[in-house]
Nanobody, 121 residues
Framework: VQLQASGGGLVQAGGSLRLSCAASGRTNSFSMGWFRQAPGKEHDFVAGITWITGTTDYADSVRGRFTISRDNAKNTVYLQMNSLKPEDTAVYYC????????????????WGQGTQVTVSS
C-alpha cells in the first residue's frame, strides 16, 4: 500500500489543522495510525483507527484535542488537530498495519512521507 500524507503547515498555538492520509494500491491493512517525530526524538504514536469498525486509540498527550477518522470510500484517514500547542511541533507520519491498533512503530508495515506541523507560541 502507498500512503500520501498532506495538510501540515504553520499555525499559532490554539489553532487547528487537519491532516489527510490517502491510501492506494493493495490496501490489506487493518489499522491506520499517525505518528510524529520531533527533532532529536523518536517516532511517537499519536492516534490509530481501524478501517472496519472505526475503533480509535490516542496517546494521552493528544486525547481530547485530536480526532482521528476515516473515509472508507476514499481510502483516506484524517487527523483533526485542535488546541495545538508548541510541543505538537513535529513531522507527522501516517502508517498502515495488519494488526489491531498497534502503538509500536515496528508493527506498522507501510509509511507515508511525512508532513511538517509547526506550532508557534
Amino acid at each position: 500500500v502507498q500512503l500520501q500524507a498532506s495538510g501540515g503547515g504553520l499555525v499559532q498555538a490554539g489553532g487547528s489543522l487537519r491532516l489527510s492520509c490517502a491510501a492506494s494500491g493493495r490496501t490489506n491493512s487493518f489499522s491506520m495510525g499517525w505518528f510524529r517525530q520531533a527533532p532529536g526524538k523518536e517516532h511517537d504514536f499519536v492516534a490509530g483507527i481501524t478501517w472496519i469498525t472505526g475503533t480509535t486509540d490516542y496517546a494521552d498527550s493528544v486525547r481530547g484535542r485530536f480526532t482521528i477518522s476515516r473515509d472508507n470510500a476514499k481510502n483516506t484517514v484524517y487527523l483533526q488537530m485542535n488546541s495545538l500547542k508548541p510541543e505538537d511541533t513535529a513531522v507527522y507520519y501516517c502508517a498502515a498495519a495488519r494488526a489491531w491498533l498497534p502503538k509500536r512503530r515496528l508493527d506498522y508495515d507501510s509509511w507515508g512521507q511525512g508532513t511538517q506541523v509547526t506550532v508557534s507560541s
